[in-house]
């Protein structure tokens, strides 16, 4: 096996496919889910902590909760890197995007209930708190890498666009590709929003990618905030 059993669980949560798993790498696997997040003005928090462990103590609560929702929504956890996490849907069972909306929302909640915490124990307000969401679709590739951790690799252009749609993705929103949304059940495509630059021209212009069709997704609570704001 070209992945370790302990380190294919820690990344799946479970050993689910762990047999087959070597008949994956190494070629495009087709209609999958990448989501890009991290944790807003984490730098900032952390100039305004004096005591080291609190900092430490939050984005663990952070990228572990984000992490245990993600694993049990069935997604491969690529990374834990910095105050963020990649993450994939589609290598072992078909995407369901109404579900990772679902998960969107609660990494949110997560992420807002965290920085509400934090704020408490600092003195200055830091104005951008919750979390930034990216979500692309298309093939990924898992390319093998066995004398390196974890033993795999994952290669491909929608994971470069989920990272720069996090980028450019308002604190507590998701941005997300047009293929990601024509999966969305017709309810939920009417709360997504079509972006656009102020140019005017349709889409998003990314750097290193040029310009993409992107749509806006908040979660209900966001939306009545803003509404009452």
């Not at 749509?215 to 209900?220: D, I, S, T």
Request: hydrophobic fraction near 40%.
């Amino acid at each position: 096996m070209a992945v370790d059993k302990e380190l294919y669980e820690f990344h799946f949560g479970s050993l689910k496919g762990w047999e087959n798993f070597d008949e994956k790498l190494d070629r495009p696997i087709e209609n999958c889910c990448v989501m890009a997040m991290d944790f807003c003005s984490y730098s900032a928090f952390v100039r305004e902590t004096s005591n080291i462990s609190l900092a430490h103590r939050m984005l663990s609560t952070f990228c572990d909760g984000a992490r245990d929702i993600l694993i049990e929504s069935g997604a491969l956890v690529d990374r834990v890197q910095g105050d963020g996490l990649l993450a994939v849907w589609g290598v072992h069972d078909e995407v369901d995007a109404a579900n990772v909306l679902n998960v969107a929302a609660r990494i949110h909640k997560l992420a807002k209930e965290t920085a509400q915490i934090w704020q408490d124990s600092i003195d200055r307000v830091i104005e951008t708190q919750g979390a930034r969401i990216g979500l692309s679709y298309g093939p990924v590739t898992l390319l093998s890498l066995p004398s390196a951790y974890p033993g795999f690799s994952l290669l491909s252009e929608i994971v470069n666009l989920a990272a720069r749609l996090e980028a450019r993705a308002d604190p507590r929103t998701v941005f997300m590709t047009n293929r990601f949304e024509n999966l969305l059940p017709f309810a939920l495509q009417k709360d997504c929003t079509s972006l656009s630059d102020e140019d005017g021209q349709r889409g998003l212009k990314l750097k290193n990618v040029g310009r993409v069709q992107a749509f806006r997704w908040a979660p209900k609570d966001h939306l009545e905030t803003r509404k009452d704001s």
